[in-house]
C-alpha cells in the first residue's frame, strides 16, 4: 500500500525531536461522494476546523468497517468503498505521537438523515457540510491557520488540529491530482 503523504513537524516550520515512547493509533478516513458528487466535511465551528469523515481504528476493528461506522456516526450515511487510496502518516514528535490512515474513497448508498455525533463533537459545534471538492479544499486549507482550542481539548489541541487539517487538504489535494 503506498503513503500518500508523511506530515512531520517541519511541515509548519518547526524542528522534529527525537521520539521516546509513541503512542500509536490507526485511523480510518476518506472522501465520501453522494448523487450530487459532493463531498462529506465535517465542521467543528468552536475550532474552526474543517476535516473529513473518519476517526479511529478500534481494537481488532478491519479499516475498512471502521470507515464504515465513522461515515454513520459523522455523516449519517451507509457507504459503499470504492477504492483505498493508501496511507497518510502522522509524525507528531512534539507530543510523542504517531497515526497512520488508511484512506477510502466511498459512495453514499442510504443518507439516515441524522449523525450521531460524541458530547465532545456536538459540544464543539459539529455540523456535516456537503461541498463540492474545490469548496471543501478551500475551506480546509484556509482553515489550518485560523484553528482554536476547544474546551475539551488540551494544550496541544491546535498542534493536533493542524496535522488534522493539513492531512485532510493533502488527501484531497492526491485524489485530485490522480484520480
Known sequence: MICIKKITDEDFGIDSVPFVNPRCRLGARGIVFNNENKIAILHKSMKNEYKLV??????????????KRECLEEAGCRVEIDDCL???E???THDDFKQTSYVYI???LEDLGHTDFTEQEKGE?????????????????????????????SDMSIYHTKFIVRRDYEILRYYKNHA
Not at 54 to 67: L, M, Q, S, V, Y
Not at 137 to 153: C, L, Q, Y
Open 86 to 88: 493508501g496511507t497518510v
Open 106 to 108: 466511498a459512495h453514499v
Open 54 to 67: 473518519g476517526g479511529g481504528i478500534d481494537e481488532n476493528e478491519d479499516p475498512t468497517k471502521a470507515f
Open 90 to 92: 502522522e509524525l507528531k
Open 125 to 153: 459545534g459539529s455540523e456535516l457540510l456537503w461541498l463540492d471538492m474545490d469548496e471543501a479544499m478551500k475551506k480546509i486549507k484556509d482553515s489550518e491557520d485560523k484553528i482554536v482550542a476547544s474546551k475539551f481539548e
